[in-house]
């Protein structure tokens, strides 16, 4: 876990830490002609990072490398980076120095360094850290063949640029690490939204939907393989669309009469939806500002769309929300988070936060508390605030707020989610869900877990069923994380 976050839920979201590091593995295409070579893939971040990923791995297959999850056998090691807060990037660095012996050990081994990272360091990563081969950015991964060729000749190679096109929408990604069961898509890439804390603007570049007839046509092949759940992916789901007609695209969401020709984000979970009944749709993240009555309307039409929203508040405060440009303050959330529980009574919400932004006052602190307490989160992901260079605050404002007093404002926000999560969670003892069955429990292999359509994470006594299975659980007891219960039916 990073020194400056907490998670206390083993969720796949925003950070999931039961994923950091991962390694992932392909089978070339039958059809491709192996180079020889073999490539070895650790990424870090957030689930866009590991989407990502998947791409490569696609992208490396179609050009004849094999993987491996053995970096010692490698020609091409990589890491897929992150960059949102410090203590993200000074893991990549320690990783790096594990791998320093390498190119000792395997002459001609090469080291590259793709994302969020490599693109804000660019060329500068290859003069800090030596071993470094390749430098390629998030929009960059299809020349990745080429920069891998070009250093094997001797040459640092680099791209990073970004692009206002590139969604890798007909690249079909791999998921051979996967469940089989939910996997995530990647509906848009990049960011316009400019918070002042944020580095993936200038990391991920800009806003750009992918086409949804390929989001669509990737959803459908994954059900027809067996997925059961798909997660649509974007920094800002909300502002997703779609025109072939590049002057609609640009219209504001208030113009947005949606007709055959815009495709906006209400209308894509409808069309995933569609798909089938029995294929659960998931999304992330929303964002306050943009999410429309709209888009609450769709997930309470189709059962399959579940009913979870994570809806990232970062501060209670107005003032420290201004400060942080989310073009929200405290009262448009509230009649959000309203909305939501109007249009979906049964949905959870769950949120991020970050504590000790500059200029932070305890009464601003307070006024997250008291949100904390207004909405009830069942989940949330916590941070202090990480100063990056380059973000707007970094340039603005000074990073005033002494780290023992973001911390201790970090554990207050902690503990009261701590307590929340379990009212939460108790709520819920005596009902009974509908759970996808993902697989044994990670803690006994004498019980099965899938998560309800909050995306409660449900553990019960292992019954004769497949993964994919959909089955009725009454819980009967919980901890803050989990529930626990009992098929009462098929
Ligand atoms: N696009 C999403 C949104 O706006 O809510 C989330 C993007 S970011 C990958 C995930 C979370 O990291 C943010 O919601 C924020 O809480 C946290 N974060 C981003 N920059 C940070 C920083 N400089 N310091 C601490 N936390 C940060
Ligand atoms: Fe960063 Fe804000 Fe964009 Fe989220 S919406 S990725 S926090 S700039």
Sequence with gaps: MYKNEVAFELQPKVIDETRQGETLTI???????????????ESYGCQMNFADSEVVASILGGAGFDSTNEFEEADVILLNTCAIRENAETRIRHRLQHFSGIKRRRKGALIGVLGCMAERLKEKF????????????????????????????????VNVLLSREETYAEISPVRLNSNGISAFISIMRGCDNMCSFCVVPFTRGRERSRDHRSIVAEARDLYEKGYREVTLLGQNVDSYRFSEDPQLVGKKLTDAKYDERVINFAKLIELVALISPDLRVRFSTSHPKDMTDDVLHTMA?????????????????????????????????????EAIKRIIPEAAISTDIITGFCTETEEDHQETLSMMELVGYSMAYMFFYSERPGTLAAKKYADDIPEEIKKRRLQEVVDLQLK???????????????????????????DLCGRNTQNKMVVFPKVDVKPGTYVQVKVTSCTGGTLKGEVVAP
Aim: hydrophobic share 30%.
């Design 27 to 41: 089978e070339r295409p039958k059809t491709v002609k192996s180079n020889g070579k073999k490539f070895y893939i």
């Design 126 to 157: 290859l003069e800090q850290e030596k071993l470094v081969d390749i430098v390629a950015g998030p929009d960059a991964y299809r020349s990745l063949p080429g920069l891998i060729e070009e250093a094997g000749s001797g040459q640092k190679a």
């Design 301 to 337: 039409k189709y059962p399959n769309i579940c009913k979870y929203v994570h809806l990232p508040v970062q501060s209670g405060s107005s003032r420290v929300l201004e400060l942080m440009n989310r073009t929200y303050d405290r009262a448009w959330y509230i009649e959000r988070m």
């Design 420 to 446: 929340h999560s379990l009212v939460h969670n108790k709520r819920d003892v005596g009902k009974t869900f509908e759970v996808l069955v993902e697989g044994p429990s990670h803690r006994s292999d004498k």
